[in-house]
Structure formats: structure tokens, C-alpha cells
């Protein structure tokens, strides 16, 4: 199932071109995007999604369509998603630059059936993989051409990291920095329980500021937790009461073992996170 809207609210085929094939987003993966979780016809922290997609425009030098176009297209988009069916969906919102010298971006939002395997992952945990990202935590300060901290359409590193996990009979990847510091997930935020406080990687290390991440710990702190934003070594991924990788469409999945080694995944704990998330809502 999948409903296509463009930026002034038409409806479209999903299955017709879209796109030229000189478009820069085809030619290069010259673009953006953001995922929103849509609810019973109400979007998840969708104000955050569009702030981090100014963002990540920015970083690009990308001319990104005004936000009511993209609050249009996805208010398409639920008004045609067939909610007595499918009770959630996911938005992608993308932005490429379009054709080289055009200075027209182009730009729209699908909505998208929830994935068996991402339902899954919500209700059973998985097993993770620690891999290497290949550069040092202060990169994003000395090198920003890089658009470490930017959601780019160029995801190809991600994916094969997701293949990576999966020779290794895992589901999912914790990426970590040259100096050993926990980074992030390909397609996530990685949050960690210590006692009463939760924890998270700093953005400032070149990753993605978390959508879900930033809910939970609004939650979390209105409920007299105590969250911090800090860096953080591989081992403390072992050594906490408990690990998540908080994802727009996951949601806050619960890692139940590292490289093999099981980690601490209290069921009772897991259900007090998904609370405080879901309090939000």
C-alpha cells in the first residue's frame, strides 16, 4: 500500500515516473529526507522532523520548499491512507536538488505501510552489532562538508552496515567512533537506562539530532527521571540497566544482545520506557 502526494497536496501514482533520470537525487543522492509515524491520523513529532529537515537543507545549500507545502502534502497523504485497514503508516518526506543548474528542487511525501519485520522488532527486541563508522567524534566541527549530522538521501553506508548486521545474525548495528564512543544506529538513536537517568550521544559527535529520542526524554523528565546528553564508551552499552535504538517507525525497541553478549532487558523496565514514550501521544 502506498499513497503519493506532491507538494501542492495532488494526489498521485505511486507507481508512474516521478522523477527525470538527470534529477541530481537519482544521478547522485543529492537530497534529503525524514520518516514520520502517523497514528490514527495524527503525525509523531512531525514539527521536530520538518526543523531537521531545514537542517539538514541547510547543510546542503539545498533550497527546500516552504514547510506549509510539506505539512500540505503529508495532510494529503492522511486524508487518503485507508485507516480502517491500517491503523498506522509511515511518511517519507524527500527533497532532491533536482536537475543540475535548475535551481528546482523537487519534492514529495508517500505514506507506507508498517513492515511485518519493523513490527516484529517492536514486540521481540533484537540483537545488535557494534561496527566501526570510521571517523573520530569531533569530525562534524573540523570537517562540516562531510554533513555528518545531515539526513541525506546517500544511505548506502547504512544499508550495507544493515547487510553486515544481518551476516552476522543480528538485526540491527550500534556504529561507533575511532576513539571507541558510542555513535548511533544506521536508521536510530541509541538510548541507554542507568538507574533513574537516561542517556544519549550528543548531536555535536556528527550524528542525527533523535525525533522519537527528544520525545522519550521530554516524557522522562516530566516524570522526574533524569536525562543527559553526553558522550559515552562502547562498554557502557554493557554495563547499563538497559539499551534502546529509538526510531520514528520502531519506536523505542529494546536491544537484547551486543556482539553476541546478552545484555541486561528487563521487561518491566522496557514497558515503564514505552510508557513514558507514549504518554507524549
Known amino acids: 500500500m502506498r499513497v503519493l502526494a506532491l507538494l501542492d497536496g495532488t494526489i498521485a501514482d505511486p507507481q508512474a515516473p516521478l522523477f527525470r533520470a538527470d534529477d541530481l537525487g537519482v544521478m547522485r543522492g543529492d537530497g534529503i529526507f525524514e520518516t514520520i509515524l502517523i497514528a490514527d491520523r495524527k503525525p509523531r513529532e512531525l514539527g521536530p522532523h520538518l526543523d531537521r529537515l531545514e537542517h539538514s537543507a541547510a ?11 510539506w505539512e500540505r502534502a503529508v495532510r494529503a497523504v492522511i486524508d487518503n491512507w485507508p485507516w480502517d485497514t491500517d491503523p498506522q503508516m509511515a511518511v517519507k518526506l524527500v527533497c532532491t536538488r533536482g536537475v543540475e543548474g535548475d535551481d528546482n528542487p523537487n519534492g514529495f511525501a508517500m505514506g507506507m505501510q508498517i513492515e511485518a519485520d519493523t513490527l516484529r522488532k517492536r514486540s521481540e527486541g533484537v540483537a545488535a552489532v557494534t561496527l566501526e563508522r570510521g571517523y573520530a567524534p569531533d569530525l562534524m566541527e573540523r570537517a562540516p562538508w562531510l554533513l555528518l549530522s545531515a539526513k541525506t538521501l546517500s544511505y548506502a553506508v547504512n544499508m550495507a552496515a544493515m547487510r553486515e548486521a ?5 538485526d540491527e548495528v550500534i556504529f561507533t567512533a575511532t576513539d571507541g564512543s558510542v555513535l548511533e544506529g544506521p536508521t536510530s538513536t541509541v538510548v541507554l537506562a542507568q538507574g533513574h537517568t537516561l ?5 555535536s559527535l556528527g ?6 529520542q527528544g520525545a522519550l526524554f521530554r516524557a522522562a523528565e516530566k516524570a522526574g527521571w533524569q536525562t543527559r546528553v553526553t558522550k559515552f564508551p562502547a562498554s557502557a552499552l ?3 540497566d538497559g539499551v534502546w535504538l529509538a526510531s520514528s517507525v520502531r519506536l523505542m525497541t529494546q536491544v537484547r544482545s551486543i556482539d553476541g553478549i546478552e545484555i541486561k532487558a528487563d521487561a518491566d523496565l522496557h514497558a515503564e520506557i514505552d510508557r513514558l514514550y507514549e504518554s507524549n501521544y
Not at 547543510?59 to 507545502?69: D, F, N, T, Y
Not at 542517556?199 to 548531536?203: A, E, F, S, V, W
Not at 550524528?207 to 522519537?212: A, D
Open 238 to 240: 554493557f554495563e547499563s
Open 59 to 69: 547543510l546542503l545549500q539545498l533550497r527546500l520548499p516552504e514547510r506549509a507545502a
Open 207 to 212: 550524528i542525527l539530532k533523535g525525533t522519537t
Open 166 to 170: 544481518a551476516a552476522r545474525g543480528a
Open 199 to 203: 542517556l544519549t550521544t550528543p548531536p
